[in-house]
């Protein structure tokens, strides 16, 4: 069984798939306790595969693709679970803190490092050693730069929250190997 805060059917509003629809599974739990977390991980219901599965379908039918989110969503994803959404014919997203190992066959995996995030309760060290995309909420990090440097195809900053984003273009601007990924969703008010 898997804590399941929700599962709903959205445009994909950050990073490089932004505009795609997507169905997001938001898993509950999180082992980082970052201040501008917008996950309630009180919340939650347990289901099965089979149930994710049926949900997914429901909230998005014809749509192909899954969001694995959270919280953190290494704590919860399994092998078992990425074989069953495989086997249903979802390609499969994942947004990790990168702090744990992740099961193979994900397809597509967004890092969000939080290891410079002021406040955050937990061990942010992350352990992957690539990904297809790398996040970084921009909050004037001083190790922004070693996330430059991380094994990805993509390398995105984003506001934090829509609140600093004249800061974030000036530093992608004296920063060219970045590009901006803003909060799409939140600007068009959809979830």
């Given amino acids: 069984m898997y804590r399941v805060n929700?599962?709903?059917?959205?445009?994909?509003?950050?990073?490089?798939?932004?505009?795609?629809?997507?169905?997001?599974?938001?898993?509950?739990?999180?082992?980082?306790?970052?201040?501008?977390?917008?996950?309630?991980?009180?919340?939650?219901?347990?289901?099965?595969?089979e149930d994710i599965i049926n949900r997914a379908r429901e909230e998005g039918p014809g749509i192909d693709r899954v969001c694995l989110t959270g919280g953190e969503p290494s704590l919860q994803a399994d092998p078992a679970l990425i074989e069953a959404l495989h086997a249903a014919g979802f390609r499969i997203h994942i947004e990790t803190n990168g702090t744990r190992p992740l099961p193979k066959g994900i397809d597509w995996i967004t890092l969000s490092p939080k290891e410079d995030v002021p406040g955050q309760k937990g061990d942010g060290t992350v352990v992957l050693r690539e990904a297809d995309e790398v996040k970084l909420v921009y909050l004037g990090n001083s190790a922004i730069?070693?996330?430059?440097?991380?094994?990805?195809?993509?390398?995105?900053?984003?506001?934090?929250?829509?609140?600093?984003?004249?800061?974030?273009?000036?530093?992608?601007?004296?920063?060219?190997?970045?590009?901006?990924s803003l909060q799409t969703h939140k600007y068009l008010d959809i979830q």
């Fill in 145 to 180: 730069e070693k996330w430059a440097a991380f094994p990805a195809r993509w390398h995105f900053l984003q506001p934090c929250s829509c609140s600093n984003t004249a800061e974030t273009i000036s530093y992608i601007l004296s920063h060219p190997a970045w590009r901006l």
């Fill in 6 to 49: 929700e599962i709903f059917c959205s445009l994909q509003g950050e990073g490089f798939w932004t505009g795609t629809p997507i169905v997001f599974i938001r898993m509950s739990g999180c082992n980082l306790a970052c201040p501008f977390c917008d996950t309630d991980h009180r919340n939650f219901l347990e289901m099965s595969a």
